[in-house]
């Protein structure tokens, strides 16, 4: 796997995992009972962005390595034509 094709597959594992990740531990304004004027009830009281960007970034790189040992070890050929049936 070349250097651009593991940077292309890291930045879309980490960008979908984001979506997973991004829900996780989140309280909403109206269950801590204190919601701010101007925004929706369902907007995070304590959005703690930092600790969802290191937790998102750790899951992806364990993906990562797992879909990279794949790749290393001939699971999922990648740049190779396809078998021809006879």
Known sequence: ???TLGLA???????????AVL?????TQA???????????????KPRLV???????LLSTVIFALVWLALAQGLV???EPPAQVP
Do not use: D, K
């Open 31 to 45: 269950e801590e009972g204190s919601v701010v004027p101007g925004t929706p009830e369902s907007a995070p009281a």
């Open 51 to 57: 600790r969802i960007a290191v937790l998102n970034t």
């Open 77 to 79: 050929p990648i740049g």
């Open 23 to 27: 829900p996780i531990g989140v309280r």
């Open 1 to 3: 796997m070349s250097f």
């Open 9 to 19: 597959l890291y930045f879309i594992i980490w960008w979908t995992t984001l979506f």
